[in-house]
């Protein structure tokens, strides 16, 4: 079972960045699929959700500018985020059950 993340990057606020999670070895399916972020120093927060009947769910501060979304056939979940700012710079992990992507890292400044 493996979770490959990517498109993490470094934006300035108000940028967007999309990142993209891709899954192997498990019924994709039939999991809810997730989103977190950590700050060093700081425990991992969930930001967004997506379950097997495409239903999602998002934090507070979040909400309006992120997009969790995935497709099937190709396995992967993805997070359009948008009018990123300072504050949501953090490592970015996707989780489907007990596996754990990487982490992919997300820098926003000017």
């Known amino acids: 079972v493996r979770l490959v993340e990517s498109g993490g990057g470094s934006v300035q606020p108000g940028g967007s960045l999309r990142l993209s999670c891709t899954a192997s070895g498990l019924p994709f399916t039939t999991y809810q699929l997730n989103w977190w972020r950590q700050v060093p120093g700081q425990e991992r927060k969930l930001v967004a959700q997506?379950?097997?009947?495409?239903?999602?769910f998002y934090i507070q501060n979040v909400r309006g500018r992120f997009t969790v979304s995935k497709e099937n056939d190709k396995d992967t979940i993805y997070l359009q985020m948008t009018s990123l700012k300072p504050e949501d710079a953090a490592v970015y992990y996707c989780?489907?059950?007990?596996?754990w992507g990487q982490g992919t890292q997300v820098f926003v400044s000017s």
């Open positions: 997506i379950n097997t009947s495409g239903h999602t």
């Open positions: 989780n489907i059950g007990s596996t």
